[in-house]
């Protein structure tokens, strides 16, 4: 199950962008605005996500079975894949073929006002959600790691897409009120459509973002590096340890990891003894970082590939 921050910064996301949403639909209706009915359906799009990150966020939480013997975990991650996808076609597509439309067919827009007083709502709500995802993102993140690097190295895709989501919402405000405003006051009703594409173009870079990340999850991306450094120093640490060979990680969800690593003992160590290093082993390593929920350890492996290895030929 992902943590208890990301649900709070998806209730804030949910909550927001219904209110957001009702808001810019009556606006894009009184005001005939291309770019205000972009931002409208991106503001639906938003919801749509969120709603499939709660069904991820519920499946995910299913126990292991038997056809699923690592648990559910990665479901969460198929679903944040969808939302890039939804993100993309429900959103950027719909804006940019906004756009186009209007730009053939250009119309002066009405009632600004509504225009304004809805983008200005629709900028409070989303820089408070976005506040809320942005403090998740910053307490997730290692002290030596970037927001950047958090984010292309998060684990938990429900914190840095709703974090996306919302830079883009408010981008997309921005990118709204500049092609409303500056259309009035340059008497140019082409750049209201003109913002719609923007606003189509921002919202396809997001998706793409969002779906090489959700991607790589999926496939099996390995944890993150401190944490395999962390693990590397506590197998190091043990005085039975002679040698550490290849640690390898798969993130099975954000919040379970698992392990499979060589390790080359010292010489003379009987079954048991060598039971009751092992065990000590995992024991350490699951005190220190939970989310490794399964680890295996393969017994003197480097010695068996350099005894199995063929003898290179003098020159």
């Known amino acids: 199950m992902p943590s208890g921050s990301s649900s709070k910064v998806l209730y804030a996301a949910i909550g927001s962008n219904c ?7 009556a606006a894009a209706a009184f005001t ?28 995910s939480a299913r126990p292991p079975d038997a056809l699923h013997p690592f648990g559910h975990g990665k479901v969460l991650y198929f679903y944040s894949f969808l939302v890039a996808v939804y993100i993309f076609g429900g959103g950027g597509v719909f804006a940019i073929y906004q756009g186009i439309s209007h730009m053939r067919r250009p119309l002066d827009a009405t009632h600004i006002g509504w225009s304004y007083a809805v983008l200005a709502i629709a900028a409070a709500l989303d820089g408070y959600s976005w ?15 970037s927001l950047w690097q958090e984010i292309i190295g998060s684990k938990d895709p429900t914190v840095f897409t709703i974090f996306l989501e919302d830079s883009a919402a408010l981008a997309g405000i921005l990118l709204a009120f500049l092609g409303i405003f500056l259309g009035q006051l340059l008497h140019n009703p082409y750049l209201d459509p003109v ?18 990340e959700s991607g ?8 993150t590096r401190s944490r395999i450094q962390q693990i590397k120093d506590i197998i190091v640490a043990d005085p039975a340890v002679q040698r550490v060979g290849d640690i ?22 009987d079954v048991h003894e060598l039971e009751a290093i092992i065990d ?9 970082d939970p989310t490794i929920k399964r680890i295996f350890i393969e017994v003197d492996a480097l010695r068996r590939a350099q005894t199995t290895a063929p003898a290179r030929r003098a020159s």
């Open 195 to 212: 913002a719609s594409i923007l606003i189509g173009l921002l919202l396809t870079a997001i998706a793409v973002l969002l779906g090489r």
């Open 131 to 145: 506040l809320v995802s942005f403090k998740a993102l910053a307490q997730q993140k290692d002290p030596n790691e």
């Open 248 to 269: 390898l990680t798969m993130q099975l969800g954000p919040e379970q990891a698992l392990l499979a690593v060589d390790i080359k003992f010292r010489e003379h160590l």
């Open 216 to 223: 790589a999850l999926l496939v099996g991306e390995r944890t």
């Open 19 to 25: 209110a957001i949403a009702v808001c810019k639909y």
């Open 32 to 59: 005939g605005s291309a770019a205000m009915l972009a931002e409208a359906v991106h503001s639906t799009v938003d919801i749509g996500n969120e709603l499939l990150l709660m069904a991820g966020i519920k499946r």
């Open 280 to 288: 000590r082993l995992e024991a350490r390593i699951q005190q220190r």
